[in-house]
């Protein structure tokens, strides 16, 4: 277990902009930082950063926290394992304590499969480097391609035995299960004995983008025609090889800075650039490009340039990515080796400035590609042309933005020397159709009409929790079955209760000059009210303003986090937002943060470039402060003055003088109020 120690100093040290930025291509944004969301598909982006306080806010899906909370929700850390990747970030030695049965039981399915794999890639590693065989063979062939000890090591590249059980055997031998050696295709189960699925092979680890190891790829190293030559890790719930990119770790950060990536095919094309210094490049494994692995791309940058063989195999798998990636709104470039050639070879041959010339003179829109390429298969026959014409229209077609798809049609029309007036004739009716097939595919999809009674089969109510005085039932509900459901009502006490969470996170500490009211006898003894200012730090005023109401916030999460920030108040002189988030108790972590990053919404959505200038809440505190605590006293007294009349009005016949006059009183109260909030208050209702 990983000691308190440990877990400070890693808070302490880690920025969260640069953890998110290994993963999402940030911009600055103010003091802020912005990009695409990292969990939904968006163009626009809804992706804050905020350095000052710590944490991150995504607008499109509502998932925010701090840099742990983003490993947790993007890379599906457990909370140790998101410590231990911050720790291995800034290199923070681990202050490890016992770990009880109880903790140990914790550790899921997923977890299991994980620390199989991590076990595996070590294991595979050291064999390559300390064994016999694996020196002899492994080492060898990885030396023969030219590849160094730092290179062997960046990819933890290692060796299978021959032997049947070797990895099965040493991995039981430590102590993990045979169903997640199993479970991650490391072990084949036979009802003999199970045996290693990449025996006698050199092994590469995929590892998602923050550097878990999802799976493996095996490439044999005889001359066996009944084996495949590469064999992969089966589909698992850690690996989906749709939605992972070879070498996306060791590439992130490289791809970000330089604001493009190359897409090669296999594991030594990537292996063999990063030694000749490129770095910014992945490969689809050999499997056909998917739209999960551009949009992986697409975190980082906009830009793709697609690295492709010297060969017609090679050539065919370009030209079916380039509609792929132009689709998810991103820039494609192509580039291809001379005849025999491929990105492996090509590196090994030609020196850094070389392969980078090389590359930058030979790189080429999409639309000159396909012009180049294709054009050779047309040679003079009309046909042939017309349909290689219509191929690169379709192409543009699938890109979103209308200006870029101006801009290619024109370039196709020069190119092509065909009109512009007959592409983007074309392209409409390209257009058209897909949007009609959409349509179709819709209506198929959707089932025949049914009349559904608006309940919950249970409760006889179609709303949310009954318990919940936000979704719940209304107050006259009868609680029988197909009750209309009422428009939801907008919760004044939640807001306001929900303005003194924020008010304590965002002013707590600072100390204000408050109107303090009393009564107080003059001289001749007449009982007067006096008002006086007092200096107050907010959350005093807040918690003492509360007290004297004798009122606690009906919302149990928001009491809750109150009373965890009156507590942290109490114990530490200053408050510090991340001392505070560090310590936050997971349950905790979403309310805090979405009310943290409600003011970021002004930079996400350039209110201020549209001559639009919010309020900021900071101008005057104090009366921030005092107008949230008189309105939601106002709120409450109106209720009890309608619920005053509700008893007046159920039993007219009784002697109510006595609720005639607490409703006199109280509404006198609401006039005070009215008064100290500088406008009108009309009673709650």
């Given at each position: 277990?990983?000691?308190?120690n440990t877990?400070?100093?890693?808070?302490?040290?880690?920025?969260?902009?640069?953890?998110?930025?290994?993963?999402?291509?940030?911009?600055?944004?103010?003091?802020n930082?912005?990009?695409?969301?990292?969990?939904?598909?968006?163009?626009?982006?809804?992706?804050?950063?905020?350095?000052?306080?710590?944490?991150?806010?995504?607008?499109?899906?509502?998932?925010?926290?701090?840099?742990?909370?983003?490993?947790?929700?993007?890379?599906?850390?457990?909370?140790?394992?998101?410590?231990?990747?911050?720790?291995?970030?800034?290199?923070?030695?681990?202050?490890?304590?016992?770990?009880?049965?109880?903790e140990?039981?914790?550790?899921?399915?997923r977890?299991?499969?994980?620390?199989?794999?991590?076990?595996?890639?070590e294991?595979?590693?050291?064999?390559?480097?300390?064994?016999?065989?694996?020196?002899?063979?492994?080492?060898?062939?990885?030396?023969?391609?030219?590849?160094?000890?730092?290179?062997?090591?960046?990819?933890?590249?290692?060796?299978?035995?021959?032997?049947?059980?070797?990895?099965?055997?040493?991995?039981?031998?430590?102590?993990?299960?045979?169903?997640?050696l199993?479970?991650?295709?490391?072990?084949?189960?036979?009802?003999?004995?199970?045996f290693?699925?990449?025996?006698?092979?050199?092994?590469?680890?995929?590892?998602?983008?923050?550097?878990?190891?999802?799976?493996f790829?095996?490439?044999?190293?005889t001359?066996?025609?009944?084996?495949?030559?590469?064999?992969?890790?089966?589909?698992?719930?850690?690996y989906?090889?749709?939605?992972?990119?070879?070498?996306?770790?060791?590439?992130?950060?490289?791809?970000?800075?330089?604001n493009?990536?190359?897409?090669?095919?296999?594991?030594?094309d990537?292996?063999?650039?990063?030694?000749?210094?490129?770095?910014?490049?992945?490969?689809?494994?050999?499997?056909?490009?998917?739209?999960?692995?551009?949009?992986?791309?697409?975190?980082?940058?906009?830009?793709?340039?697609?690295?492709?063989?010297?060969?017609?195999?090679?050539?065919?798998?370009?030209?079916?990515?380039?509609d792929?990636?132009?689709?998810?709104?991103?820039?494609?470039?192509?580039?291809?080796?001379?005849?025999?050639?491929?990105?492996?070879?090509?590196?090994?041959?030609?020196?850094?400035?070389?392969?980078?010339?090389?590359?930058?003179?030979?790189?080429?829109?999409?639309?000159?590609f396909?012009?180049?390429i294709?054009?050779?298969?047309?040679?003079?026959?009309?046909?042939?042309?017309?349909?290689?014409?219509?191929?690169?229209?379709?192409?543009?077609?699938?890109?979103?933005?209308?200006?870029?798809?101006?801009?290619?049609?024109?370039e196709?029309a020069?190119?092509?020397?065909?009109?512009?007036?007959?592409?983007?004739?074309?392209?409409?009716?390209?257009?058209?159709?897909?949007?009609?097939?959409?349509?179709?595919?819709?209506?198929?999809?959707?089932?025949?009409?049914?009349?559904?009674?608006?309940?919950?089969?249970?409760?006889?109510?179609?709303?949310?929790?009954?318990?919940?005085?936000?979704?719940?039932?209304?107050?006259?509900?009868?609680?029988?079955?197909?009750?209309?459901?009422?428009?939801?009502?907008?919760?004044?006490?939640?807001?306001?209760?929900?303005?003194?969470i924020?008010?304590?996170?965002?002013?707590?500490?600072?100390?204000?000059?408050?109107?303090?009211?009393?009564?107080?006898?003059?001289?001749?003894?007449?009982?007067?009210?006096?008002?006086?200012?007092?200096?107050?730090?907010?959350?005093?005023?807040?918690?003492?303003?509360?007290?004297?109401?004798?009122?606690?916030?009906?919302?149990?999460?928001?009491?809750?986090?109150?009373n965890?920030?009156?507590?942290?108040?109490?114990?530490?002189?200053?408050?510090?937002?991340?001392?505070?988030?560090?310590?936050?108790?997971?349950?905790?972590?979403?309310?805090?943060?979405?009310?943290?990053?409600?003011?970021?919404?002004?930079?996400?959505?350039?209110?201020?470039?549209?001559?639009?200038?919010?309020?900021?809440?900071?101008?005057?505190?104090?009366?921030?402060?005092?107008?949230?605590?008189?309105?939601?006293?106002?709120?409450?007294?109106?209720?009890?003055?309608?619920?005053?009349?509700?008893?007046?009005?159920?039993?007219?016949?009784?002697?109510?003088?006595?609720?005639?006059?607490?409703?006199?009183?109280?509404?006198?109260?609401?006039?005070?109020?009215?008064?100290?909030?500088?406008?009108?208050?009309v009673?709650?209702?």
């Amino acid at each position: 277990m990983i000691s308190q120690n440990t877990i400070d100093t890693v808070f302490e040290t880690a920025r969260v902009e640069e953890v998110i930025g290994d993963f999402v291509n940030l911009k600055r944004a103010g003091s802020n930082f912005k990009g695409l969301s990292p969990f939904s598909d968006e163009r626009s982006p809804s992706f804050m950063v905020s350095p000052a306080k710590g944490i991150w806010k995504d607008f499109s899906t509502g998932k925010g926290g701090n840099s742990v909370k983003f490993l947790m929700e993007h890379s599906q850390f457990t909370y140790p394992e998101a410590i231990r990747y911050l720790a291995r970030k800034y290199n923070i030695e681990i202050e490890e304590t016992e770990q009880t049965d109880a903790e140990k039981a914790i550790t899921d399915v997923r977890e299991s499969m994980y620390l199989v794999s991590e076990f595996a890639k070590e294991y595979f590693h050291n064999t390559l480097l300390h064994s016999e065989e694996g020196k002899a063979i492994g080492l060898s062939y990885f030396k023969e391609r030219g590849f160094t000890n730092e290179t062997i090591k960046k990819f933890s590249l290692g060796y299978s035995p021959e032997t049947w059980d070797a990895l099965t055997k040493e991995a039981l031998g430590k102590g993990y299960k045979l169903e997640f050696l199993e479970s991650t295709g490391l072990t084949i189960a036979r009802e003999d004995r199970p045996f290693d699925r990449f025996k006698g092979r050199v092994m590469f680890p995929i590892e998602s983008m923050s550097g878990r190891v999802l799976g493996f790829g095996g490439r044999i190293l005889t001359n066996d025609k009944k084996a495949a030559k590469y064999l992969n890790s089966p589909e698992s719930d850690i690996y989906h090889k749709s939605r992972v990119l070879y070498g996306i770790f060791q590439a992130k950060q490289s791809i970000a800075k330089l604001n493009n990536c190359y897409l090669v095919e296999g594991y030594t094309d990537v292996i063999q650039f990063h030694q000749a210094g490129i770095e910014n490049v992945v490969a689809s494994s050999g499997t056909a490009l998917t739209p999960d692995q551009i949009r992986l791309v697409n975190r980082l940058t906009k830009n793709i340039t697609v690295l492709f063989d010297g060969d017609a195999a090679g050539l065919r798998a370009s030209i079916r990515g380039i509609d792929l990636i132009l689709e998810e709104g991103m820039n494609v470039r192509v580039c291809g080796f001379p005849d025999g050639e491929d990105p492996d070879s090509f590196a090994r041959k030609n020196s850094h400035d070389d392969l980078v010339a090389y590359l930058e003179a030979n790189s080429k829109d999409f639309i000159q590609f396909k012009a180049s390429i294709l054009m050779n298969e047309a040679k003079n026959d009309p046909i042939k042309k017309a349909d290689l014409i219509r191929d690169m229209v379709t192409s543009i077609s699938k890109i979103p933005d209308r200006i870029q798809r101006e801009v290619y049609l024109q370039e196709c029309a020069r190119i092509m020397d065909i009109s512009e007036q007959v592409l983007v004739s074309t392209l409409a009716q390209l257009i058209q159709k897909d949007i009609a097939d959409a349509d179709k595919k819709q209506k198929q999809q959707q089932k025949p009409f049914e009349v559904v009674r608006n309940q919950n089969p249970n409760t006889g109510y179609s709303g949310g929790d009954p318990d919940d005085p936000r979704t719940g039932p209304p107050d006259d509900y009868p609680g029988e079955p197909g009750y209309p459901q009422q428009a939801e009502k907008v919760d004044i006490l939640y807001g306001f209760e929900r303005k003194i969470i924020e008010i304590l996170l965002l002013y707590g500490s600072v100390l204000e000059d408050f109107e303090d009211v009393y009564l107080k006898a003059d001289e001749e003894g007449v009982i007067k009210e006096v008002s006086e200012k007092r200096k107050y730090k907010v959350y005093e005023k807040v918690y003492l303003s509360l007290q004297e109401d004798e009122v606690e916030l009906s919302n149990s999460l928001f009491q809750s986090i109150f009373n965890g920030l009156i507590d942290f108040y109490n114990q530490n002189e200053s408050f510090s937002l991340d001392k505070y988030l560090m310590h936050l108790p997971p349950e905790f972590a979403q309310e805090v943060t979405n009310i943290l990053m409600e003011d970021e919404k002004v930079a996400i959505h350039n209110w201020e470039g549209q001559n639009i200038f919010p309020k900021h809440k900071n101008v005057t505190i104090e009366q921030n402060v005092s107008d949230t605590i008189f309105s939601m006293r106002w709120y409450l007294v109106s209720k009890i003055i309608q619920e005053l009349k509700q008893s007046l009005l159920s039993d007219p016949q009784e002697d109510n003088s006595e609720l005639l006059s607490m409703v006199v009183d109280y509404s006198k109260l609401l006039n005070n109020f009215s008064r100290k909030l500088g406008r009108v208050v009309v009673p709650y209702h």
